[in-house]
């Protein structure tokens, strides 16, 4: 069943900070206007809207994720930590006028991006030993140094394309990018581009 999507939504923009469909997010709000925010999301419906900034930082990229608080914890020194659940891709219509809290809010539009509230995919055509290649000579150091590419392996396909899109040091813009692909096949094949890419960036360096 889809969820009842939004038509505002206050919005945590964030660079580099990527939020997909079936993919979850930790954050930490310690601002206080997205402190409020994160507030005001829990008592009404628990969703939050993720954006990145252009470059310049005002203007935000038209394409986000809205996602479910899943997790929540009050820290010291007025900080919450939350995880995000993405539920669906929106676009944004128009920005209302600051909230209260002092956080920016958008009319948004989810009504092109339905099927992303689909089960997760197991099978999104995924070039495995192509991705393993990659990880190996590129992803060894913009990866965890404790990362289990053999568990990654174990998963499926879609929950592979996620994962590393969001832990993978990409520009904002290469972020974006995946974000704004039609779906987790085609985010799949720009991954492994991206990885690829990095693979003859640290050979060229070393030559």
């Known amino acids: 069943m889809k969820t009842s999507f939004p038509k505002e939504l206050p919005i945590f923009p964030l660079s580099g900070a990527l939020l997909l469909p079936n993919a979850r997010?930790?954050?930490m709000a310690f601002e206080p206007r997205y402190v409020a925010m994160v507030e005001d999301a829990l008592a009404?419906?628990?969703l939050i809207g993720m954006l990145q900034p252009r470059e310049g930082g005002e203007k935000l990229y038209e394409v986000g994720c809205v996602g479910l608080i899943?997790?929540?914890?009050?820290?010291?020194?007025?900080?919450?930590?939350?995880?995000?659940?993405?539920?669906?891709?929106f676009r944004t219509v128009a920005e209302k006028p600051l909230a209260q809290g002092g956080y920016r809010r958008f009319q948004v539009d989810g009504s092109e991006f339905l099927l992303d509230e689909e089960p997760p995919c197991s099978e999104a055509g995924l070039q495995r030993e192509?991705?393993?290649?990659?990880?190996?000579?590129?992803?060894r150091d913009i990866l965890p140094s404790d990362f289990d590419l053999t568990?990654?392996?174990?998963?499926?396909?879609e929950e592979i394309i996620n994962l590393l899109s969001?832990?993978?040091p990409f520009s904002p813009h290469e972020k974006q990018a995946l974000l704004e692909v039609p779906n987790v096949i085609e985010r799949g094949k720009s991954l492994l581009v991206l990885l690829e890419m990095e693979t003859f960036s640290?050979?060229?360096?070393k030559h």
């Open 25 to 27: 997010l930790p954050l």
């Open 44 to 46: 009404s419906g628990r």
């Open 70 to 89: 899943v997790r929540f914890e009050e820290l010291e020194d007025n900080r919450r930590f939350i995880v995000l659940k993405g539920i669906r891709r």
């Open 130 to 139: 192509r991705l393993q290649k990659a990880i190996e000579h590129s992803a």
């Open 151 to 157: 568990a990654l392996l174990a998963c499926g396909d």
């Open 166 to 168: 969001i832990l993978c």
């Open 202 to 205: 640290a050979s060229k360096a």
